[in-house]
């Protein structure tokens, strides 16, 4: 196994389950020290349990990205000076006609998917410059790309990722802080789960779903968090602005 993370520090966001937690877990194998924020205590708890379990240096905060005071205390709890990988993992979705969607509802998503980024970025970037030679990488979605139905607030919030990463990398270029943003398509997490469901119903629209994309399957949250990794580690090292689908062939179509 590469050990491109030896003596770096990474933080991950919503990373107690699902893709969050694979990028985490792929981070710290690889010799990183992990901190991760999620606002679940419970799941939080029991990822970091199972990371230290098999001796990987992950430490779990239970932190509310929407909120900026309360990044502010995480960022003191945190005993590091430089930050070398931020991952804008953080998400919720929501599968809802826009007739059907309420204001608070709206807000609640634009609050996760972009302020989130936004604030955590803001609160880490004096670490991240600290590094002199970081990576941000932002999780958008194959939504953030194309329509899907039913979910204008996660299609307008993660086509706001897909610009503000385009935006930050503008901006902090200088700093030697590159920003980029992987687009998965379907993955096999707790969040698509949850909007399929379970029975005879929910398998055969899974399997629609698969047949969407060119290699006919979903992806699992390992193979997302890879193409994470790499725009995170030096093999990206000229890499900054980019917007990458890792969506079994969705968008090519």
């Known amino acids: 196994m590469r050990r491109r993370f030896i003596g770096k520090n990474a933080i991950v966001t919503g990373a107690s389950q699902g893709i969050g937690y694979a990028m985490a877990k792929a981070l710290a194998e690889e010799g990183g020290t992990v901190y991760i924020l999620d606002i679940d205590d419970v799941a939080g708890r029991e990822a970091e349990q199972l990371f230290r379990k098999a001796e990987l240096d992950v430490t779990f905060f239970k932190c509310d990205i929407t909120d900026e005071r309360a990044l502010s205390v995480v960022r003191q709890k945190i005993p590091v000076e430089t930050l070398h990988v931020l991952s804008n993992n953080a998400g919720i979705e929501l599968n809802r006609p826009i007739q059907e969607t309420t204001v608070e509802a709206w807000d609640r998503v634009s609050s996760v998917n972009l302020r989130g980024p936004f ?11 600290a590094a002199n030679g970081a ?37 902090l ?18 969040m698509i789960g949850r909007l399929i469901g379970t029975g005879p119903l929910a398998e055969k629209e899974s399997e629609e779903i698969a047949q969407r994309h060119l290699l006919r399957r ?29 969506d079994g ?5």
């Not at 062939?249 to 179509?253: I, L, R, V, W």
């Open 218 to 246: 979903f992806a699992e949250p390992e193979e997302i968090a890879q193409a994470a990794l790499f725009l995170a580690s030096e093999d990206a090292s000229f890499v900054t602005g980019a917007v990458l689908p890792v």
């Open 119 to 129: 604030f955590v970025t803001k609160t880490f970037l004096p670490l991240l410059e």
């Open 135 to 171: 990576a941000i990488v932002n999780t958008s979605s194959i939504s953030g790309l194309i329509g899907w139905p039913d979910s204008a607030a996660y299609c307008a919030t993660k086509g706001g990722v897909v610009a503000l990463t385009k935006q930050l990398a503008c901006d």
């Open 173 to 190: 270029a200088q700093k030697q802080i590159r920003v980029n943003c992987i687009c998965p398509g379907t993955t096999r997490t707790p």
């Open 249 to 253: 062939g969705y968008t090519a179509k």
